[in-house]
């Protein structure tokens, strides 16, 4: 991308790359008649973000909801407007942005683009896959690349699972549910993408087990299932995010550093006797 490039010019080789400067900073020198003249924290009624053209300014405003104990989502939502305004700005004045637009099976097209501008601008391909190289991947991990981008820790993991060559799932869930999923490519050879939205998630995943001493670390590093919790014939190694303030679980499954018992996995009934896979 030749936003990276730009900033990498300027900064070098310097994380987090800060969104709202560089869009400040760029749109003025390739629209100085339509810039972005500011970008604004405040408390937004129903939406995380917003790109808005001001007629009196002759100027766009970006705005972002207040994330003082998560910074990282701040930047992501900023990097997001500034895909709609690099790939969008002449198709409407006004973008309200909200997390249930632009995650899950049913999200925008818009919403998809913006989202991926963000995480291609904030996240490089080839420095993320530096960061992770050779590693025993855990949340921690994840954690400390998502610090480094200063972006959230879902948005780090949806990065790596779009470029990763090993076989791994996330899972969002809200009140133990299935909502939405990714599949990395590796995991969609062999058969682990047919998740259906709304199956129950199964009763010994760590995402619904009750919260105990051991279950921060367990969390973190995964716990091992064996064939039958997951996928009849596939173990998983499972890592779960819990979001209080979105009431959301996020289980990321590996399925390629734990023993596969067949070449294709064959599904777990989930729901009351209705198949979890086509």
Same mark, same amino acid.
């Given at each position: 991308?030749?936003?990276?490039?730009?900033?990498?010019?300027?900064?070098?080789?310097?994380?987090?790359?800060?969104?709202?400067?560089?869009?400040?900073?760029?749109?003025?020198?390739?629209?100085?008649?339509?810039?972005?003249?500011?970008?604004?924290?405040?408390?937004?009624?129903?939406?995380?973000?917003?790109?808005?053209?001001?007629?009196?300014?002759?100027?766009?405003?970006?705005?972002?909801?207040?994330?003082?104990?998560?910074?990282?989502?701040?930047?992501?939502?900023?990097?997001?407007?500034?895909?709609?305004?690099?790939?969008?700005?002449?198709?409407?004045?006004?973008?309200?942005?909200?997390?249930?637009?632009?995650?899950?099976?049913?999200?925008?097209?818009?919403?998809?683009?913006?989202?991926?501008?963000?995480?291609?601008?904030?996240?490089?391909?080839?420095?993320?896959?530096?960061?992770?190289?050779?590693?025993?991947?855990?949340?921690?991990?994840?954690?400390?690349?998502?610090?480094?981008?200063?972006?959230?820790?879902?948005?780090?993991?949806?990065?790596?699972? #779009?470029? &990763? +060559?090993?076989? %791994?799932? /996330?899972? $969002?869930?809200?009140?133990?549910?299935?909502?939405?999923?990714?599949? !990395?490519?590796?995991?969609?050879?062999?058969?682990?993408?047919?998740?259906?939205?709304?199956?129950?998630?199964?009763?010994?995943?760590?995402?619904?087990?009750?919260?105990?001493?051991?279950?921060?670390?367990?969390?973190? #590093?995964? &716990? +091992?299932?064996? %064939?039958? /919790?997951? $996928?009849?014939?596939?173990?998983?190694?499972?890592?779960?995010?819990? !979001?209080?303030?979105?009431?959301?679980?996020?289980?990321?499954?590996?399925?390629?550093?734990?023993?596969?018992?067949?070449?294709?996995?064959?599904?777990?009934?989930?729901?009351?006797?209705?198949?979890?896979?086509?």
């Amino acid at each position: 991308m030749k936003l990276v490039q730009l900033w990498r010019h300027i900064h070098g080789s310097t994380y987090p790359i800060r969104a709202g400067d560089l869009a400040v900073e760029w749109s003025r020198q390739v629209s100085p008649d339509r810039p972005i003249g500011e970008v604004l924290a405040q408390d937004l009624p129903g939406f995380e973000g917003g790109l808005f053209w001001l007629p009196t300014k002759k100027e766009w405003v970006i705005l972002h909801a207040v994330h003082e104990d998560a910074p990282g989502r701040a930047n992501f939502t900023i990097g997001h407007e500034f895909g709609h305004y690099v790939l969008h700005r002449s198709l409407e004045d006004a973008f309200r942005c909200s997390q249930s637009a632009t995650l899950g099976l049913e999200a925008k097209k818009i919403e998809r683009e913006a989202d991926l501008f963000a995480s291609y601008l904030l996240m490089p391909n080839d420095d993320f896959r530096e960061q992770v190289k050779d590693k025993h991947i855990t949340l921690d991990v994840l954690a400390h690349c998502a610090s480094r981008y200063g972006v959230s820790l879902t948005a780090a993991i949806l990065k790596w699972i #779009d470029f &990763t +060559e090993r076989s %791994a799932i /996330v899972v $969002f869930a809200r009140e133990g549910i299935l909502h939405w999923w990714r599949a !990395s490519s590796s995991a969609k050879r062999y058969g682990f993408d047919q998740l259906r939205e709304g199956m129950e998630l199964p009763a010994r995943s760590l995402a619904v087990q009750p919260r105990t001493s051991s279950y921060h670390s367990d969390s973190r #590093d995964g &716990t +091992e299932h064996p %064939a039958g /919790v997951w $996928f009849r014939d596939a173990h998983a190694r499972e890592m779960v995010i819990i !979001s209080d303030r979105y009431d959301m679980s996020i289980s990321l499954l590996m399925i390629d550093d734990v023993v596969r018992e067949s070449e294709v996995a064959a599904p777990l009934d989930l729901l009351n006797g209705l198949p979890a896979f086509k």
